[in-house]
Protein backbone atom coordinates (compact mmCIF):
# COMPACT_ATOMS: atom_id res chain seq x y z
CA UNK A 1 0.00 0.00 0.00
CA UNK A 2 0.91 3.71 -0.63
CA UNK A 3 1.74 6.20 1.84
CA UNK A 4 -1.67 6.99 3.49
CA UNK A 5 -4.71 7.06 2.84
CA UNK A 6 -7.82 9.10 0.93
CA UNK A 7 -10.83 10.63 2.09
CA UNK A 8 -13.74 11.22 -0.09
CA UNK A 9 -16.88 13.36 0.85
CA UNK A 10 -20.04 14.55 -1.31
CA UNK A 11 -21.18 18.00 -0.93
CA UNK A 12 -24.37 20.01 -0.98
CA UNK A 13 -27.04 18.60 -3.60
CA UNK A 14 -26.73 15.01 -5.13
CA UNK A 15 -26.89 15.12 -9.37
CA UNK A 16 -27.26 12.17 -11.57
CA UNK A 17 -23.73 11.23 -11.60
CA UNK A 18 -22.13 12.67 -8.45
CA UNK A 19 -22.03 8.57 -7.17
CA UNK A 20 -20.04 7.92 -10.70
CA UNK A 21 -17.06 10.51 -9.71
CA UNK A 22 -17.47 8.88 -6.39
CA UNK A 23 -16.87 5.40 -8.17
CA UNK A 24 -14.60 6.93 -10.53
CA UNK A 25 -12.44 7.86 -7.52
CA UNK A 26 -12.18 4.93 -5.44
CA UNK A 27 -11.30 2.93 -8.64
CA UNK A 28 -8.37 5.23 -9.39
CA UNK A 29 -7.22 5.08 -5.66
CA UNK A 30 -7.22 1.07 -5.89
CA UNK A 31 -5.07 1.15 -8.75
CA UNK A 32 -2.68 3.37 -7.04
CA UNK A 33 -2.73 0.84 -4.06
CA UNK A 34 -4.64 3.50 -2.04
CA UNK A 35 -7.43 3.35 0.47
CA UNK A 36 -10.28 4.96 0.42
CA UNK A 37 -12.09 6.60 3.30
CA UNK A 38 -16.06 8.01 2.57
CA UNK A 39 -17.12 10.92 5.01
CA UNK A 40 -20.84 10.26 6.20
CA UNK A 41 -22.83 13.30 4.78
CA UNK A 42 -20.47 15.02 3.66
CA UNK A 43 -17.59 17.52 5.51
CA UNK A 44 -20.13 16.43 8.82
CA UNK A 45 -18.92 12.88 8.51
CA UNK A 46 -14.91 14.19 8.49
CA UNK A 47 -15.75 16.32 11.80
CA UNK A 48 -17.72 13.36 13.38
CA UNK A 49 -15.43 11.14 12.31
CA UNK A 50 -17.47 8.59 11.08
CA UNK A 51 -15.88 7.50 7.63
CA UNK A 52 -16.92 4.69 5.65
CA UNK A 53 -13.84 1.86 4.79
CA UNK A 54 -14.71 1.60 1.20
CA UNK A 55 -11.76 -1.16 0.58
CA UNK A 56 -14.48 -3.66 2.23
CA UNK A 57 -16.96 -2.99 -0.75
CA UNK A 58 -16.45 -5.69 -3.60
CA UNK A 59 -14.63 -3.72 -6.86
CA UNK A 60 -18.18 -4.70 -8.76
CA UNK A 61 -20.42 -2.78 -5.80
CA UNK A 62 -17.77 -0.38 -6.78
CA UNK A 63 -18.47 -0.30 -10.53
CA UNK A 64 -22.42 -0.54 -9.92
CA UNK A 65 -22.06 2.54 -7.60
CA UNK A 66 -21.29 4.19 -10.86
CA UNK A 67 -24.66 3.99 -11.77
CA UNK A 68 -26.68 4.62 -8.41
CA UNK A 69 -28.67 7.10 -8.10
CA UNK A 70 -28.81 9.83 -4.82
CA UNK A 71 -25.25 10.35 -2.84
CA UNK A 72 -23.88 6.77 -1.66
CA UNK A 73 -22.27 8.10 0.95
CA UNK A 74 -24.91 11.06 2.20
CA UNK A 75 -24.18 14.39 1.82
CA UNK A 76 -25.10 17.69 3.36
CA UNK A 77 -25.84 21.33 3.44
CA UNK A 78 -23.24 22.81 4.99
CA UNK A 79 -20.49 25.46 4.78
CA UNK A 80 -17.04 25.86 7.21
CA UNK A 81 -16.65 29.78 7.39
CA UNK A 82 -13.31 31.88 7.11
CA UNK A 83 -10.59 30.59 8.72
CA UNK A 84 -10.41 33.49 11.51
CA UNK A 85 -14.01 32.43 12.86
CA UNK A 86 -14.10 28.93 12.51
CA UNK A 87 -10.60 28.19 13.16
CA UNK A 88 -11.30 25.25 15.75
CA UNK A 89 -13.60 23.28 12.90
CA UNK A 90 -10.40 23.35 10.27
CA UNK A 91 -8.52 22.36 13.55
CA UNK A 92 -10.29 19.19 14.26
CA UNK A 93 -10.49 18.47 10.53
CA UNK A 94 -7.30 18.27 10.19
CA UNK A 95 -7.07 16.41 13.67
CA UNK A 96 -9.50 13.70 12.21
CA UNK A 97 -7.58 13.49 9.00
CA UNK A 98 -4.09 12.79 10.63
CA UNK A 99 -5.53 10.13 12.97
CA UNK A 100 -6.70 8.10 10.04
CA UNK A 101 -3.13 8.84 7.53
CA UNK A 102 -5.08 10.96 5.25
CA UNK A 103 -2.89 12.54 2.70
CA UNK A 104 -5.29 13.06 0.03
CA UNK A 105 -8.40 14.86 0.47
CA UNK A 106 -10.84 15.21 -2.52
CA UNK A 107 -14.50 17.28 -1.66
CA UNK A 108 -17.20 16.51 -4.28
CA UNK A 109 -18.91 19.84 -4.50
CA UNK A 110 -19.14 23.43 -5.79
CA UNK A 111 -17.20 26.71 -5.76
CA UNK A 112 -18.16 26.56 -2.08
CA UNK A 113 -16.63 23.22 -1.10
CA UNK A 114 -13.14 24.09 -3.88
CA UNK A 115 -12.59 27.31 -1.12
CA UNK A 116 -13.07 25.06 1.65
CA UNK A 117 -10.54 22.52 0.42
CA UNK A 118 -8.19 25.19 -0.14
CA UNK A 119 -8.39 26.60 3.68
CA UNK A 120 -7.78 23.04 4.65
CA UNK A 121 -4.79 22.95 2.44
CA UNK A 122 -3.69 26.51 3.67
CA UNK A 123 -3.86 25.51 7.64
CA UNK A 124 -2.18 22.10 6.90
CA UNK A 125 0.75 23.79 5.55
CA UNK A 126 0.96 25.78 8.25
CA UNK A 127 1.35 23.06 10.51
CA UNK A 128 3.62 21.23 8.46
CA UNK A 129 1.32 18.19 7.69
CA UNK A 130 1.59 17.25 4.19
CA UNK A 131 -2.05 17.31 2.72
CA UNK A 132 -3.01 17.57 -1.13
CA UNK A 133 -6.44 19.26 -0.84
CA UNK A 134 -8.75 19.01 -4.58
CA UNK A 135 -11.92 19.98 -5.17
CA UNK A 136 -13.58 17.81 -7.19
CA UNK A 137 -16.29 19.63 -9.65
CA UNK A 138 -20.09 18.88 -9.27
CA UNK A 139 -22.82 21.04 -10.15
CA UNK A 140 -26.27 21.30 -12.48
CA UNK A 141 -25.46 24.88 -12.95
CA UNK A 142 -22.55 24.43 -14.92
CA UNK A 143 -21.04 27.62 -13.05
CA UNK A 144 -17.71 26.46 -11.08
CA UNK A 145 -14.75 28.76 -11.72
CA UNK A 146 -12.13 27.61 -14.22
CA UNK A 147 -14.32 24.54 -14.93
CA UNK A 148 -15.39 24.04 -18.72
CA UNK A 149 -18.20 21.43 -18.13
CA UNK A 150 -19.30 20.33 -14.96
CA UNK A 151 -20.55 16.83 -14.01
CA UNK A 152 -23.86 16.87 -13.01
CA UNK A 153 -24.39 19.50 -16.15
CA UNK A 154 -25.11 17.56 -19.06
CA UNK A 155 -27.00 15.02 -17.80
CA UNK A 156 -29.31 17.98 -16.11
CA UNK A 157 -28.96 19.29 -19.57
CA UNK A 158 -30.48 16.48 -21.39
CA UNK A 159 -33.27 16.16 -19.67
CA UNK A 160 -34.25 19.38 -20.00
CA UNK A 161 -33.78 19.58 -23.72
CA UNK A 162 -35.57 15.97 -23.86
CA UNK A 163 -38.57 17.45 -21.11
CA UNK A 164 -39.26 20.40 -23.54
CA UNK A 165 -39.32 18.66 -26.79
CA UNK A 166 -41.86 15.81 -25.44
CA UNK A 167 -44.16 18.71 -23.41
CA UNK A 168 -44.08 21.04 -26.83
CA UNK A 169 -45.53 17.46 -28.43
CA UNK A 170 -48.26 17.94 -25.91
CA UNK A 171 -48.90 21.13 -26.58
CA UNK A 172 -49.30 21.34 -30.06
CA UNK A 173 -51.41 18.11 -30.02
CA UNK A 174 -53.97 19.93 -27.47
CA UNK A 175 -53.32 23.17 -28.52
CA UNK A 176 -56.70 23.81 -30.86
CA UNK A 177 -58.87 23.62 -28.13
CA UNK A 178 -56.44 23.77 -25.24
CA UNK A 179 -53.31 25.00 -23.83
CA UNK A 180 -51.70 27.53 -25.99
CA UNK A 181 -48.76 28.53 -24.11
CA UNK A 182 -46.55 26.34 -22.00
CA UNK A 183 -44.21 27.77 -19.26
CA UNK A 184 -41.58 25.53 -18.41
CA UNK A 185 -39.08 26.96 -15.41
CA UNK A 186 -35.38 25.71 -15.84
CA UNK A 187 -33.06 25.66 -12.87
CA UNK A 188 -29.80 28.20 -12.79
CA UNK A 189 -30.04 31.47 -10.34
CA UNK A 190 -27.40 32.80 -12.10
CA UNK A 191 -26.36 30.60 -14.76
CA UNK A 192 -28.23 30.24 -18.39
CA UNK A 193 -26.80 27.22 -18.79
CA UNK A 194 -29.66 25.13 -18.52
CA UNK A 195 -32.19 27.05 -20.11
CA UNK A 196 -29.96 27.44 -22.71
CA UNK A 197 -29.26 23.27 -22.88
CA UNK A 198 -33.58 23.75 -23.63
CA UNK A 199 -32.46 25.31 -27.09
CA UNK A 200 -31.41 21.44 -28.04
CA UNK A 201 -35.08 20.45 -28.30
CA UNK A 202 -35.70 22.50 -31.78
CA UNK A 203 -34.25 22.70 -35.26
CA UNK A 204 -35.59 26.00 -36.35
CA UNK A 205 -37.75 29.50 -35.22
CA UNK A 206 -40.90 27.13 -35.12
CA UNK A 207 -39.82 24.57 -32.83
CA UNK A 208 -39.92 24.91 -29.25
CA UNK A 209 -38.35 26.56 -27.10
CA UNK A 210 -39.89 29.76 -29.10
CA UNK A 211 -38.74 31.57 -26.00
CA UNK A 212 -35.60 31.15 -23.72
CA UNK A 213 -35.38 33.63 -20.76
CA UNK A 214 -31.70 33.92 -19.66
CA UNK A 215 -31.07 35.51 -15.91
CA UNK A 216 -28.11 37.06 -17.78
CA UNK A 217 -30.83 39.42 -19.78
CA UNK A 218 -33.05 41.77 -18.52
CA UNK A 219 -36.87 41.17 -18.78
CA UNK A 220 -38.28 42.79 -20.95
CA UNK A 221 -42.71 42.08 -20.76
CA UNK A 222 -43.63 44.43 -23.60
CA UNK A 223 -41.14 42.18 -26.07
CA UNK A 224 -41.74 39.11 -24.49
CA UNK A 225 -45.95 39.79 -24.77
CA UNK A 226 -45.25 40.83 -28.64
CA UNK A 227 -43.02 37.37 -28.92
CA UNK A 228 -45.70 35.43 -27.18
CA UNK A 229 -48.28 36.51 -29.36
CA UNK A 230 -46.89 36.44 -32.69
CA UNK A 231 -45.84 32.89 -31.83
CA UNK A 232 -49.10 31.65 -31.26
CA UNK A 233 -50.53 33.61 -34.50
CA UNK A 234 -48.00 31.66 -36.62
CA UNK A 235 -47.35 28.13 -34.87
CA UNK A 236 -50.89 28.01 -33.22
CA UNK A 237 -48.41 27.53 -29.66
CA UNK A 238 -45.69 28.56 -27.67
CA UNK A 239 -43.23 27.10 -25.03
CA UNK A 240 -41.38 29.35 -22.74
CA UNK A 241 -38.35 28.56 -21.15
CA UNK A 242 -37.38 30.60 -18.37
CA UNK A 243 -34.63 30.37 -15.93
CA UNK A 244 -35.59 30.62 -12.09
CA UNK A 245 -32.91 33.69 -12.12
CA UNK A 246 -34.67 36.23 -14.29
CA UNK A 247 -34.42 39.57 -13.28
CA UNK A 248 -36.70 42.67 -14.57
CA UNK A 249 -34.64 46.20 -14.98
CA UNK A 250 -34.85 46.95 -11.12
CA UNK A 251 -32.26 43.59 -10.95
CA UNK A 252 -35.21 41.94 -9.12
CA UNK A 253 -35.87 38.05 -9.66
CA UNK A 254 -39.11 37.67 -11.22
CA UNK A 255 -40.43 35.42 -9.13
CA UNK A 256 -40.07 37.96 -6.04
CA UNK A 257 -42.36 40.75 -8.31
CA UNK A 258 -45.40 42.28 -6.34
CA UNK A 259 -47.19 43.15 -9.17
CA UNK A 260 -49.40 40.04 -9.43
CA UNK A 261 -50.34 39.74 -5.92
CA UNK A 262 -53.56 37.59 -5.82
CA UNK A 263 -51.45 34.99 -6.94
CA UNK A 264 -49.20 34.01 -4.25
CA UNK A 265 -45.86 33.67 -6.24
CA UNK A 266 -43.98 35.38 -3.76
CA UNK A 267 -44.20 32.53 -1.52
CA UNK A 268 -43.80 30.23 -4.38
CA UNK A 269 -40.85 31.56 -5.27
CA UNK A 270 -41.30 30.81 -9.22
CA UNK A 271 -41.09 32.42 -12.13
CA UNK A 272 -42.72 30.03 -14.39
CA UNK A 273 -46.17 30.93 -12.58
CA UNK A 274 -45.65 34.62 -13.03
CA UNK A 275 -45.11 34.63 -16.52
CA UNK A 276 -48.47 32.18 -17.23
CA UNK A 277 -50.49 34.80 -14.94
CA UNK A 278 -49.05 37.56 -17.01
CA UNK A 279 -49.54 35.54 -20.18
CA UNK A 280 -53.19 34.65 -19.32
CA UNK A 281 -54.21 38.28 -18.01
CA UNK A 282 -52.64 40.67 -21.08
CA UNK A 283 -53.25 37.93 -23.73
CA UNK A 284 -56.00 35.51 -22.94
CA UNK A 285 -54.20 32.59 -23.70
CA UNK A 286 -54.98 29.45 -21.50
CA UNK A 287 -51.20 28.51 -20.07
CA UNK A 288 -50.01 25.33 -18.44
CA UNK A 289 -46.40 25.65 -16.28
CA UNK A 290 -43.87 23.93 -14.83
CA UNK A 291 -41.14 24.23 -11.89
CA UNK A 292 -38.14 22.13 -11.19
CA UNK A 293 -38.67 19.00 -9.77
CA UNK A 294 -39.83 20.31 -6.08
CA UNK A 295 -39.76 23.58 -4.78
CA UNK A 296 -38.97 24.11 -1.48
CA UNK A 297 -41.17 26.47 0.65
CA UNK A 298 -37.99 27.50 2.20
CA UNK A 299 -35.78 29.06 -0.73
CA UNK A 300 -32.80 28.89 1.04
CA UNK A 301 -30.90 27.04 -1.78
CA UNK A 302 -33.62 23.70 -1.02
CA UNK A 303 -33.92 22.49 -4.63
CA UNK A 304 -33.35 19.26 -6.11
CA UNK A 305 -30.21 18.81 -8.18
CA UNK A 306 -31.27 15.64 -10.20
CA UNK A 307 -33.82 16.14 -12.83
CA UNK B 1 -59.96 -2.94 -50.33
CA UNK B 2 -63.10 -3.72 -48.11
CA UNK B 3 -66.22 -2.02 -47.97
CA UNK B 4 -65.78 1.71 -46.68
CA UNK B 5 -63.16 2.93 -44.75
CA UNK B 6 -62.03 3.66 -40.76
CA UNK B 7 -62.25 6.67 -38.61
CA UNK B 8 -59.90 7.03 -36.29
CA UNK B 9 -59.76 10.23 -33.70
CA UNK B 10 -57.62 11.16 -30.33
CA UNK B 11 -59.60 12.86 -27.39
CA UNK B 12 -58.50 14.77 -24.32
CA UNK B 13 -55.35 14.32 -23.15
CA UNK B 14 -52.68 12.50 -24.66
CA UNK B 15 -50.78 9.83 -22.58
CA UNK B 16 -47.26 8.05 -23.39
CA UNK B 17 -48.83 5.76 -25.27
CA UNK B 18 -51.61 6.65 -27.31
CA UNK B 19 -49.74 6.85 -30.39
CA UNK B 20 -48.77 3.23 -30.49
CA UNK B 21 -52.81 3.15 -30.01
CA UNK B 22 -52.88 4.83 -33.11
CA UNK B 23 -50.03 2.51 -34.98
CA UNK B 24 -51.74 -0.61 -34.00
CA UNK B 25 -55.08 0.57 -35.33
CA UNK B 26 -53.58 1.20 -38.74
CA UNK B 27 -51.59 -1.33 -38.75
CA UNK B 28 -54.27 -3.91 -38.30
CA UNK B 29 -56.55 -2.20 -40.66
CA UNK B 30 -54.00 -2.23 -43.22
CA UNK B 31 -53.89 -6.10 -42.91
CA UNK B 32 -57.57 -6.48 -43.81
CA UNK B 33 -57.17 -3.68 -46.69
CA UNK B 34 -59.32 -1.37 -44.98
CA UNK B 35 -58.22 2.65 -45.13
CA UNK B 36 -58.13 4.56 -41.68
CA UNK B 37 -58.45 8.45 -42.04
CA UNK B 38 -57.68 10.36 -39.09
CA UNK B 39 -59.18 13.10 -37.50
CA UNK B 40 -57.20 16.22 -36.93
CA UNK B 41 -57.78 17.77 -33.58
CA UNK B 42 -60.07 14.96 -32.76
CA UNK B 43 -63.84 15.08 -32.71
CA UNK B 44 -63.13 18.58 -33.88
CA UNK B 45 -61.90 16.94 -37.02
CA UNK B 46 -64.63 14.59 -37.66
CA UNK B 47 -67.27 17.48 -37.42
CA UNK B 48 -64.81 20.16 -39.70
CA UNK B 49 -64.06 17.88 -42.14
CA UNK B 50 -60.45 17.94 -41.63
CA UNK B 51 -59.73 14.11 -42.31
CA UNK B 52 -55.90 13.03 -42.73
CA UNK B 53 -55.87 9.91 -45.15
CA UNK B 54 -53.35 7.66 -43.34
CA UNK B 55 -52.59 5.14 -46.74
CA UNK B 56 -50.54 7.69 -47.46
CA UNK B 57 -48.03 7.23 -44.85
CA UNK B 58 -45.31 4.37 -45.59
CA UNK B 59 -45.52 1.14 -43.00
CA UNK B 60 -41.93 2.48 -41.93
CA UNK B 61 -43.90 5.79 -40.60
CA UNK B 62 -46.55 3.66 -38.93
CA UNK B 63 -44.60 1.72 -36.88
CA UNK B 64 -42.55 4.53 -36.17
CA UNK B 65 -45.53 6.06 -35.09
CA UNK B 66 -45.93 3.49 -32.31
CA UNK B 67 -42.75 5.13 -30.85
CA UNK B 68 -43.40 8.95 -31.03
CA UNK B 69 -44.56 11.18 -27.95
CA UNK B 70 -47.46 13.39 -28.07
CA UNK B 71 -50.68 12.85 -30.23
CA UNK B 72 -49.86 12.50 -34.02
CA UNK B 73 -53.38 13.78 -35.57
CA UNK B 74 -53.74 16.23 -32.67
CA UNK B 75 -56.20 15.70 -29.74
CA UNK B 76 -58.75 17.85 -28.00
CA UNK B 77 -60.86 18.97 -25.05
CA UNK B 78 -64.29 18.95 -26.59
CA UNK B 79 -67.42 17.43 -25.29
CA UNK B 80 -70.50 16.32 -27.21
CA UNK B 81 -74.09 16.75 -25.24
CA UNK B 82 -76.67 14.66 -24.88
CA UNK B 83 -78.38 13.51 -27.94
CA UNK B 84 -81.01 15.56 -27.17
CA UNK B 85 -79.09 18.74 -26.75
CA UNK B 86 -76.67 18.47 -29.45
CA UNK B 87 -78.42 16.58 -31.71
CA UNK B 88 -77.50 18.63 -34.79
CA UNK B 89 -73.71 18.06 -34.05
CA UNK B 90 -74.17 14.37 -34.00
CA UNK B 91 -76.03 14.61 -37.70
CA UNK B 92 -73.41 16.70 -38.82
CA UNK B 93 -70.94 13.66 -37.67
CA UNK B 94 -72.72 11.26 -40.13
CA UNK B 95 -73.13 13.28 -42.62
CA UNK B 96 -68.81 13.40 -42.67
CA UNK B 97 -69.23 9.66 -41.80
CA UNK B 98 -71.27 9.03 -44.40
CA UNK B 99 -69.43 11.35 -47.20
CA UNK B 100 -66.28 9.55 -46.59
CA UNK B 101 -67.40 5.82 -46.52
CA UNK B 102 -66.56 5.08 -43.02
CA UNK B 103 -68.09 2.07 -41.58
CA UNK B 104 -65.97 2.02 -38.07
CA UNK B 105 -65.28 5.12 -36.04
CA UNK B 106 -62.37 4.18 -33.34
CA UNK B 107 -62.67 7.11 -30.86
CA UNK B 108 -59.77 7.01 -28.17
CA UNK B 109 -60.32 8.58 -24.70
CA UNK B 110 -61.68 8.01 -21.31
CA UNK B 111 -65.67 7.49 -20.44
CA UNK B 112 -67.22 10.50 -22.08
CA UNK B 113 -65.36 9.44 -26.16
CA UNK B 114 -66.81 6.03 -25.17
CA UNK B 115 -70.18 7.31 -24.45
CA UNK B 116 -70.02 9.55 -27.30
CA UNK B 117 -69.49 6.75 -29.49
CA UNK B 118 -72.07 4.87 -28.32
CA UNK B 119 -74.48 7.88 -29.11
CA UNK B 120 -73.08 7.82 -32.48
CA UNK B 121 -74.00 4.07 -32.73
CA UNK B 122 -77.63 4.87 -31.83
CA UNK B 123 -77.92 7.66 -33.93
CA UNK B 124 -76.87 5.78 -37.10
CA UNK B 125 -78.81 2.65 -36.15
CA UNK B 126 -81.57 5.23 -36.19
CA UNK B 127 -80.99 6.71 -39.55
CA UNK B 128 -80.03 2.64 -40.98
CA UNK B 129 -76.26 3.43 -41.50
CA UNK B 130 -74.31 0.89 -41.16
CA UNK B 131 -71.91 2.48 -38.54
CA UNK B 132 -69.55 -0.14 -36.01
CA UNK B 133 -68.61 2.58 -33.12
CA UNK B 134 -65.80 1.38 -30.68
CA UNK B 135 -64.45 3.34 -27.38
CA UNK B 136 -60.35 2.63 -27.21
CA UNK B 137 -59.61 3.15 -24.14
CA UNK B 138 -56.78 5.82 -23.04
CA UNK B 139 -56.35 6.98 -19.45
CA UNK B 140 -53.52 7.14 -16.95
CA UNK B 141 -55.61 7.20 -14.27
CA UNK B 142 -56.61 3.60 -15.16
CA UNK B 143 -60.48 4.32 -13.62
CA UNK B 144 -62.25 3.88 -17.25
CA UNK B 145 -65.72 1.40 -17.15
CA UNK B 146 -65.15 -2.40 -17.54
CA UNK B 147 -61.53 -2.01 -18.27
CA UNK B 148 -59.20 -3.60 -16.17
CA UNK B 149 -56.17 -2.25 -17.49
CA UNK B 150 -56.22 1.74 -19.10
CA UNK B 151 -53.33 2.08 -22.27
CA UNK B 152 -51.61 4.79 -20.80
CA UNK B 153 -51.93 3.53 -17.00
CA UNK B 154 -49.01 1.11 -17.09
CA UNK B 155 -46.20 4.02 -18.26
CA UNK B 156 -47.45 6.76 -15.78
CA UNK B 157 -47.18 3.87 -13.40
CA UNK B 158 -43.56 2.95 -13.81
CA UNK B 159 -42.81 6.99 -14.13
CA UNK B 160 -44.41 7.19 -10.72
CA UNK B 161 -42.58 4.50 -9.04
CA UNK B 162 -38.95 5.26 -10.51
CA UNK B 163 -39.63 9.28 -9.82
CA UNK B 164 -41.01 8.33 -6.11
CA UNK B 165 -37.63 6.02 -5.87
CA UNK B 166 -34.90 8.27 -7.54
CA UNK B 167 -36.51 11.25 -5.14
CA UNK B 168 -36.18 8.91 -2.01
CA UNK B 169 -32.45 8.38 -2.80
CA UNK B 170 -31.97 11.94 -3.19
CA UNK B 171 -34.07 12.95 0.30
CA UNK B 172 -31.75 10.27 2.21
CA UNK B 173 -28.83 11.12 1.08
CA UNK B 174 -29.16 14.89 2.55
CA UNK B 175 -31.29 14.47 5.41
CA UNK B 176 -29.05 14.62 7.79
CA UNK B 177 -28.65 18.60 7.27
CA UNK B 178 -31.80 19.31 5.16
CA UNK B 179 -35.41 17.74 3.74
CA UNK B 180 -36.59 15.38 6.31
CA UNK B 181 -39.91 14.84 4.15
CA UNK B 182 -40.85 14.68 0.57
CA UNK B 183 -44.34 14.61 -0.40
CA UNK B 184 -44.99 13.56 -3.57
CA UNK B 185 -48.87 14.47 -5.56
CA UNK B 186 -49.53 11.91 -7.95
CA UNK B 187 -52.49 12.15 -10.11
CA UNK B 188 -55.65 10.55 -10.34
CA UNK B 189 -58.28 13.02 -9.07
CA UNK B 190 -60.50 10.17 -8.31
CA UNK B 191 -59.07 7.19 -8.50
CA UNK B 192 -56.18 5.97 -6.27
CA UNK B 193 -53.91 3.51 -9.03
CA UNK B 194 -51.19 6.01 -9.76
CA UNK B 195 -50.48 7.00 -6.04
CA UNK B 196 -50.97 3.20 -5.13
CA UNK B 197 -48.15 2.71 -8.13
CA UNK B 198 -45.48 4.43 -5.90
CA UNK B 199 -45.88 1.39 -3.92
CA UNK B 200 -43.19 -0.52 -5.90
CA UNK B 201 -40.88 2.01 -5.13
CA UNK B 202 -40.05 0.07 -2.07
CA UNK B 203 -39.67 -3.14 -0.90
CA UNK B 204 -40.21 -2.93 3.02
CA UNK B 205 -41.82 -0.47 5.81
CA UNK B 206 -38.57 1.66 5.92
CA UNK B 207 -37.98 2.10 2.41
CA UNK B 208 -40.36 4.96 0.34
CA UNK B 209 -42.89 5.84 0.18
CA UNK B 210 -43.82 5.18 3.79
CA UNK B 211 -47.02 7.41 3.24
CA UNK B 212 -49.50 6.87 0.67
CA UNK B 213 -52.54 8.97 0.67
CA UNK B 214 -55.78 7.41 -1.86
CA UNK B 215 -58.64 9.70 -2.84
CA UNK B 216 -60.99 6.52 -1.21
CA UNK B 217 -59.95 7.24 2.02
CA UNK B 218 -60.62 10.25 4.27
CA UNK B 219 -57.43 12.40 5.18
CA UNK B 220 -56.83 11.81 8.93
CA UNK B 221 -54.47 14.78 9.97
CA UNK B 222 -53.36 13.56 13.36
CA UNK B 223 -52.62 9.95 11.98
CA UNK B 224 -50.86 11.79 9.22
CA UNK B 225 -48.60 13.46 11.42
CA UNK B 226 -47.93 10.94 13.54
CA UNK B 227 -46.95 8.62 11.08
CA UNK B 228 -44.64 11.30 9.47
CA UNK B 229 -42.73 11.93 13.01
CA UNK B 230 -42.42 8.48 13.59
CA UNK B 231 -40.64 7.96 9.77
CA UNK B 232 -38.30 10.35 10.20
CA UNK B 233 -37.55 9.39 14.01
CA UNK B 234 -37.19 5.32 12.89
CA UNK B 235 -36.17 6.16 9.48
CA UNK B 236 -34.35 9.94 9.55
CA UNK B 237 -36.67 11.02 6.62
CA UNK B 238 -40.14 10.29 4.74
CA UNK B 239 -41.46 9.86 1.36
CA UNK B 240 -45.26 10.70 1.38
CA UNK B 241 -47.11 10.39 -2.05
CA UNK B 242 -50.51 12.00 -1.94
CA UNK B 243 -52.99 11.80 -4.56
CA UNK B 244 -54.50 15.22 -5.88
CA UNK B 245 -57.48 14.15 -5.09
CA UNK B 246 -57.32 13.16 -1.53
CA UNK B 247 -59.94 14.30 0.84
CA UNK B 248 -61.06 15.57 4.35
CA UNK B 249 -64.17 14.20 6.34
CA UNK B 250 -66.26 16.42 5.51
CA UNK B 251 -65.09 15.76 2.11
CA UNK B 252 -63.75 18.66 0.42
CA UNK B 253 -60.41 18.13 -1.53
CA UNK B 254 -57.50 18.87 0.89
CA UNK B 255 -56.39 21.33 -2.41
CA UNK B 256 -59.17 23.33 -1.72
CA UNK B 257 -58.84 23.97 1.74
CA UNK B 258 -59.33 27.12 3.49
CA UNK B 259 -56.78 26.12 6.76
CA UNK B 260 -53.56 27.78 5.54
CA UNK B 261 -54.84 30.52 3.84
CA UNK B 262 -51.32 32.65 3.68
CA UNK B 263 -50.09 29.79 1.46
CA UNK B 264 -52.41 30.51 -1.68
CA UNK B 265 -53.24 26.81 -2.66
CA UNK B 266 -56.54 27.62 -3.30
CA UNK B 267 -55.00 29.01 -6.64
CA UNK B 268 -52.47 26.58 -7.28
CA UNK B 269 -54.62 23.58 -6.44
CA UNK B 270 -52.31 21.35 -4.66
CA UNK B 271 -52.75 18.93 -2.30
CA UNK B 272 -48.72 18.18 -2.05
CA UNK B 273 -48.21 21.89 -1.02
CA UNK B 274 -50.90 22.01 1.50
CA UNK B 275 -49.68 18.76 3.42
CA UNK B 276 -46.06 20.23 3.44
CA UNK B 277 -46.86 23.52 5.19
CA UNK B 278 -49.19 20.94 7.95
CA UNK B 279 -45.49 19.32 8.17
CA UNK B 280 -43.39 22.29 8.53
CA UNK B 281 -45.66 24.19 10.41
CA UNK B 282 -46.85 21.58 13.28
CA UNK B 283 -43.44 19.21 13.07
CA UNK B 284 -41.25 22.13 11.88
CA UNK B 285 -39.23 20.08 9.74
CA UNK B 286 -38.00 20.94 6.39
CA UNK B 287 -40.04 20.06 3.40
CA UNK B 288 -39.92 19.90 -0.06
CA UNK B 289 -43.02 18.72 -2.51
CA UNK B 290 -43.51 18.17 -6.13
CA UNK B 291 -46.89 18.19 -8.21
CA UNK B 292 -47.74 16.86 -11.68
CA UNK B 293 -45.52 18.17 -14.35
CA UNK B 294 -47.61 20.93 -15.18
CA UNK B 295 -50.37 22.85 -13.12
CA UNK B 296 -53.17 24.52 -14.43
CA UNK B 297 -53.85 27.87 -13.18
CA UNK B 298 -57.94 26.93 -14.80
CA UNK B 299 -57.92 23.83 -13.32
CA UNK B 300 -60.27 22.59 -15.54
CA UNK B 301 -58.84 19.62 -16.36
CA UNK B 302 -56.16 21.26 -17.52
CA UNK B 303 -53.09 18.69 -16.71
CA UNK B 304 -50.28 17.03 -19.01
CA UNK B 305 -50.94 13.33 -19.07
CA UNK B 306 -47.48 12.71 -20.34
CA UNK B 307 -45.60 12.19 -17.15
Redesign the interface.
Known amino acids: MAKGNLLYA?SG??TAVINATASAVIQAARRHKVKVLAAR??I?GALREELIDTSKESIGAIRALAH?????F?????KLKTLETDRAQYQRLIDVLRAHDVRWFLYNGGNDSADTAYKLSQLAAEFGYPLACIGVPKTVDNDLAVTDCCPGFPSAAKYTAVSV???A??V???A????KV?VYEAMGRHAGWLAAASGMAGNGPDDAPQIILFPERTFDETAFLAKVKATVARVGWCVVVASEGVRDASGHFLSEGGTVD???HV??GGVA?HL??IV?NRLGM?????VP??????RNG?R???R
Open positions: QGVNGLTPGGAGSCRYREALDAAMDTSTFAFGQLPAEKKVHWTGDRSRTGRSR
